[in-house]
């Protein structure tokens, strides 16, 4: 079989980029009239927490219609992720070899899955947990009403934090599955990790011991469960 030219990869990758964009396109399209719903859903963590007579507010012009847009292709975006990552395995399966085929397979369905799980653990527990403690520590006087903007950038944000933090274990296995590391040298960097997760954790969410919290213990446990992948991977190697 005749070897595929430079120029023959690069044609074959624009086109796998534009049907990825083609799906997030058509899934944008399938949401866009649903955009005050979807940002209604989104909000419910913070309205349930805002004082009688009070609501979110829209400090710009063009904020309650561009607003529900941006969530809405963010959500495409995320709904069309495994369609995208279908469109960039087709184009490197090809060049691996069989092994390496079954264990990037596995990694590519775990990290969508644990970046999903990421974003719903946000939005059901962390969510919740910050929002009442911010609303509940509002000075007397103070009416809490959050521009949609604003709670936008801060819920996607966190979501994106969360969502990366839970990729952890697909970290830690790619570092032991390439030689980096080892699960031994990685357990000896436990304390470490623990402080790093706290200190990483205060520097990306809001400067209240909740959401930092929620963030770090999480983040550790993760890398515990990286740990016990890691092991499992050269137990089958025969090298554990």
Request: aromatic share 16%; glycine share 4%; charged share 10%.
């Amino acid at each position: 079989m005749e070897e595929a030219s430079l120029f023959d990869h690069l044609t074959e990758l624009r086109t796998r980029l534009i049907k990825s964009l083609i799906g997030i396109f058509i899934c944008f399209l399938a949401l866009v009239y649903f955009s005050n719903d979807i940002y209604e859903f989104l909000a419910e963590p913070l309205q349930k927490f805002l004082p009688m007579n009070s609501s979110m507010i829209a400090t710009e012009v063009a904020s309650p219609f561009l607003a529900p847009l941006k969530l809405t292709l963010f959500v495409s975006l995320m709904i069309s992720m495994p369609y995208f990552l279908n469109q960039l395995w087709a184009f490197i399966a090809p060049a691996l070899y069989r092994n390496e085929k079954q264990i990037s397979g596995y990694i590519m369905v775990s990290s969508v899955l644990l970046f999903y799980v990421g974003i719903a653990f946000t939005y059901f527990l962390v969510l919740p947990l910050v929002f009442g403690f911010f609303t509940s520590s509002a000075p007397e006087g103070v009416m809490v009403m959050t521009d949609i903007n604003s709670y936008l950038s801060f819920v996607l944000g966190m979501m994106f934090a969360f969502g990366l933090a839970f990729e952890i274990p697909i970290l830690i296995f790619l570092l032991v599955w390439s030689g980096i590391t080892s699960p031994e040298v990685l357990s000896e960097k436990r304390p470490y990790v623990i402080v790093a997760c706290f200190t990483v954790g205060m520097l990306i969410t809001p400067p209240d011991i909740i959401s930092q919290t929620l963030l770090a213990v999480p983040a550790w446990l993760l890398f515990e469960v990286g740990l016990i992948a890691a092991k499992v991977l050269l137990s089958k190697k025969g090298n554990y």
